[in-house]
């Protein structure tokens, strides 16, 4: 008799337990809405932009440096958007590109520490 009586309490305070668990999920797995935008990110393709036309321009004044990487996006990264590149493969990235289709990138890395271009856009 004395185990009933103990044993009671432990159920009611496990469903208890159980329902707040359950409400508190409920709140995270609420579906977000957002606007359709690009973005992308990666070595391989990716869905949102194209990149073509890549070139790395030399320094004129030390042409072991770059002065800048150019390239063509598609669709071109509105006013409000922003590109940036990275030619570590994202070890350290440069400042904010130009936006529109033409994108110009400004860089000082130097030609023999580029490993390849990594190229981040988003509306």
């Not at 609420?30 to 992308?40: D, H, I, K, Y």
């Not at 030390?62 to 990275?86: E, W």
């Not at 860089?107 to 509306?123: F, K, P, Y």
């Amino acid at each position: 008799m004395v185990r009933l009586l103990f044993s009671v309490p432990r159920r009611l305070a496990l469903a208890a337990a159980l329902a707040a668990v359950a409400a508190a999920s409920y709140g995270f797995a609420a579906s977000n809405t957002v606007p359709a935008t690009r973005a992308g990110d990666g070595a391989a393709g990716v869905s949102g932009y194209t990149v073509t036309n890549v070139h790395y321009n030399l320094n004129a004044a030390n042409p072991q440096q770059l002065a800048s990487v150019t390239f063509t996006i598609s669709p071109a990264v509105p006013p409000t958007g922003t590109v940036r590149v990275s030619t570590d493969g994202g070890a350290t990235w440069g400042a904010a590109c130009t936006t529109g289709s033409s994108i110009t990138c400004t860089t000082s890395a130097t030609v023999a520490s580029v490993t390849g271009l990594r190229v981040v856009a988003a509306q």
